[in-house]
């Protein structure tokens, strides 16, 4: 018998994410929230934490970055193929979309943790025949099409995934994890299914509160503008009036269906991805109490070859326990110089087979990639060429590494590509400067771990925690950073890496942030690297063992247990 179709599951937490990263041939993410996604679950598997994520197929991917020679970003669909990373289900469950009964299937994708435990990834695909033509499009574009289209597969993700939750035998799940607001009409869900042959007119406070019950919300925008919100119209269109009735009890809006205002009125456990988050979070959200687990990357995904194997050396039980990382303060230095030239030369052969850019392994690389929109001020750097040309003479050279998508829309993210590139062609030689198409896992990894340090812009308080600083942590590289996110946490100056501009509690200041940037880099950072070595390695030691001992996803799932599931799990 199918174990999926198996009855007399254990309870598992059912974790909803809209996107969930875990290959970089499976393109199921657009950036860092599907990636916490995926580390999320691997974390859960390494500590036999009892999980199962639900998310959505996206057969044509979030799109294929292409960069001409000025910057300009086109996009296409980034076509691959399921079958080739998954395994298909044979059970099908119906989803009632716009009077529409919309047949939805599941892949499976199984996470093994250094514990031997198993975590399974289901995506939800409607492509199927007895579908009509658009409906089979549902789960082909992550984030794409209009409020319609969104809606539709929220649809898909919310309730559709906890009707396949059930079709696979999973009738006790004692935690629903809503990862952002996408998923929260499995809270509509939930009450049908209370509801269901009791003949009462509509749902009570009971009901409400057992839902809540069940529920947490982790919400990761701290811009309005950002959270998912559809006219009512739309919403008695799509859902039928019977079920948008419903919601307006929820607290999801008057005149609209936000549906983080729904995942926070049925959530018993609300939380921010750092402690600063949470604070902005907290002024978002007035009528909850928002508390702060922040996040966390996976180890052993985020670490490159060179400095897994000499912790296997060191230390080989830091595969089941991040914690032992700590133990990195005793490595002698050489090693970790001697680790971090691979990662080096590994990033910079990548940069010349993408590129044709050869840099130099011998000078000191920064490296920026990310999602590329406007609050992340990619040219920060760039503010005042001429100090920064004047810096490198003096100090010594810099070659910088840019890589990252703007989303399709995003007119001043894709300006800010440009940007980047036009200046590369003005510093030329004296400050080389390569921009990398087609930002994804594998090259992620590569830049995380290969630079020296890595440059963080983000305008204050718009950064709710940022991960890719802590995969650099987990290489020894230091961060140089706005004190915003994660990095208010992280930062011990001069130890864990330097802050750009003054306390985390001030708004940005560009001119004021640029000049920090720029004294750091000259009297600081440039002078250690180049005159002191031996200084630089011990810096590097020091972020491993501080920030890549911390900021790991073991510590943040073990929070999560603790925190908000209140499961019996032993971790």
């Known amino acids: ?23 970089s041939g499976m393109p199921t993410y657009s950036g860092g929230m599907g990636v916490l996604s995926g580390d999320t679950l691997r974390a859960a598997a390494d500590m036999g934490v009892p999980m199962a994520g639900i998310t959505l197929l996206h057969r044509r991917g979030y799109f294929r970055q292409k960069l001409d020679g000025k910057g300009v970003q086109s996009e296409t669909p980034e076509e691959w193929f399921p079958e080739e990373f ?6 099908r469950v119906v989803v009632e979309i716009e009077d529409r009964h ?14 031997g435990h198993a975590v399974p990834v289901y995506f939800l695909d409607t492509a199927l025949p007895e579908n009509s033509p658009w409906d089979r499009t549902l789960t082909d574009t992550l984030y794409g099409g209009d409020d319609r289209y969104r809606l539709c597969q929220e649809v898909v993700l919310g309730i559709g995934g906890v009707a396949m939750l059930r079709r696979l035998g999973y009738h006790q799940v004692s935690v629903y994890h809503m990862n952002e607001g996408h998923s929260a009409l499995l809270t509509l869900a939930l009450l049908q299914e209370r509801m269901h042959g009791k003949g009462r007119p509509g749902v ?29 119209s739309l919403a ?63 180890a052993v995904t985020w670490m490159s070859p060179p400095f897994r194997r000499l912790f296997d050396q060191q230390f080989p039980e830091w595969r089941r326990d991040n914690n032992c990382l700590r133990h990195a303060i005793g490595i002698p230095l050489d090693k970790i110089q001697g680790a971090h030239a691979i990662a080096k030369r590994d990033l910079l052969d990548e940069v010349d087979r993408r590129t044709g850019k050869r840099l130099d392994p011998q000078k000191f690389t920064i490296g920026f990639a990310r999602r590329a929109t406007g609050y992340k001020r ?49 510093l030329g030689e004296s400050i080389p400067v390569v921009y990398v198409e087609g ?66 509690d001030k708004q940005s200041d560009d001119a004021a942030e640029a000049e920090s940037l ?54």
């Open 1 to 23: 018998m199918n174990d999926d179709l198996a009855s007399g599951r254990p309870p598992v937490i059912a974790y909803f994410s809209m996107e969930v990263g875990l290959e």
């Open 439 to 504: 930002y994804d896992m594998t090259m992620g990894k590569l830049i995380c771990s290969g630079v020296d340090v890595w440059l963080n812009t983000p305008r204050k308080p718009l950064e709710a925690s940022g991960t890719s600083g802590m995969k650099a942590a987990l290489n020894g590289v230091p961060s140089l950073s706005v004190l915003d996110g994660w990095w208010v946490e992280g930062h011990i100056e001069g130890v864990t890496g330097w802050a750009i501009g003054d306390g985390w």
């Open 518 to 571: 720029y004294a750091k880099l000259e009297t600081a950072i440039l002078p250690l690297y180049y005159k002191n070595p031996k200084g630089y390695a011990d810096m590097m030691r020091s972020v491993i063992a501080f920030n890549g001992s911390f900021f790991n996803a073991q510590r943040m799932v073990r929070q999560y247990v603790l925190d908000a599931y209140h499961t019996e799990s032993k971790i």
């Open 86 to 91: 998954l395994q298909p289900l044979p059970p």
């Open 236 to 298: 008695n269109e799509v859902l039928g009036k019977d079920r948008s009735d419903v919601l307006a009890g929820l607290g999801s809006g008057n005149h609209s269906l936000n549906m983080s205002q729904l995942a926070l009125f049925c959530s018993r456990h609300i939380n921010g991805v750092s402690m600063r988050h949470r604070l902005v979070a907290q002024e978002m959200f007035p009528g909850y109490s928002v508390s702060a687990i922040t996040n966390g990357v996976h």
């Open 204 to 232: 009570t406070k009971g009901d409400i509160e057992a839902v809540r019950q069940l529920c947490i919300f982790t919400t990761h925008t701290p811009v309005r503008s950002g959270h998912d919100e559809f006219s009512m």
């Open 102 to 115: 919309v047949t939805v299937r599941a892949w499976r994708y199984m996470l093994r943790g250094a514990s």
């Open 378 to 426: 990619a040219d920060l750097l760039f503010r005042d060429e001429e100090r920064l040309r004047k810096i490198v003479k003096k100090a010594g050279p810099v070659q910088i590494i840019y890589s990252g998508k703007a989303h399709p829309r995003d007119e001043e993210g894709k300006a800010f590509i440009r940007r980047v590139v036009d200046v590369s062609a003005e």
